[in-house]
């Protein structure tokens, strides 16, 4: 952090600045003869000039002013780097999603809009700055784990868990009249690892389920902090339950990416 502020002095436009204003002022001296001392007097002018640059360094450094405006700043810079990753993954999702859905994208986004221009355009304390900030990473952990949620409902769509139910019963009639052991206990795991199959098929069907359902509510999280942000209610509590919501949707997230890099090869 202080190395970074003291970078940020260093580079400071209005020290630099003098900086070279005072060296431009040495070497015009210089090259028109108003240094009557000749070249002697050089390496003493330019170590005064630079000690008045550090000295403005330094000044910058303990002023307050300039450390609220560097925070400013990059306030700023994360937020617009954390709305373009929305707006980026909102894309990518229009490529997976429903018309009901995106109707509802649509909505989150409008509303990530206002929440943003309430930010810029009204008071910006640090709590309400943690606030947007935590509500963009909600937004983009919503973004992605509505994408990965339908990719994997596509997925699993596409196996037909009626005729894995099928084969089990046709194996289970095969079974019941077989008399070959070796062939019987083939069939017994044919028969086994279709059950398991269907299963888990099911089971995941109802966690997508319970995916729906938390999308629901981050979606509702949205549109609750965007007017609490506008009539700045801004509280503690809503920075908890939003980092709460976000690692929530992480989790959820990484499993369904899990999943869908072990398909399941019906």
């Not at 062939?183 to 997508?208: F, G, N, P, Q």
């Not at 959820?252 to 398909?263: A, G, M, Y």
């Amino acid at each position: 952090m202080k190395r970074r502020m003291f970078l940020k002095a260093l580079l400071n436009f209005d020290n630099v600045s003098i900086l070279a204003i005072l060296l431009v002022g040495i070497w015009v001296g210089t090259n028109l003869g108003m240094d009557f001392l000749g070249s002697a007097t050089l390496p003493a002018e330019i170590s005064g000039a630079v000690v008045i640059y550090l000295a403005l360094v330094l000044q910058k450094l303990n002023s307050k002013k300039f450390f609220d405006k560097v925070k400013e700043k990059e306030k700023r810079q994360l937020l617009k780097d954390l709305n373009n990753k929305c707006v980026e993954l909102a894309y990518e999702s229009k490529k997976y999603i429903n018309s009901a859905y995106y109707a509802r994208l649509r909505k989150v986004m409008d509303q990530k809009n206002d929440i943003l221009n309430s930010y810029y355009n009204g008071e910006q304390g640090y709590l309400k700055g943690k606030i947007v900030e935590q509500t963009l990473n909600l937004l983009m952990t919503y973004l992605k784990l509505l994408i990965n949620y339908f990719k994997r409902s596509r997925e699993l769509s596409a196996i037909d868990i009626t005729a894995i139910a099928n084969r089990v019963t046709a194996n289970t009639r095969k079974l019941n009249f077989n008399t070959n052991m070796n062939a019987a206990e083939d069939i017994k795991r044919s028969i086994e690892m279709d059950e398991k199959v269907i299963e888990r098929i099911k089971s995941e069907k109802l966690e997508l389920e319970k995916i729906s359902a938390k999308l629901d509510y981050m979606e509702s999280m949205v549109a609750m902090f965007r007017q609490q942000i506008i009539s700045s209610l801004e509280t503690e509590d809503m920075l908890e339950r939003l980092e709460t919501a976000v690692n929530e949707a992480d989790a959820l997230d990484t499993v369904l990416e899990e999943r869908r890099r072990n398909k399941y090869n019906a």
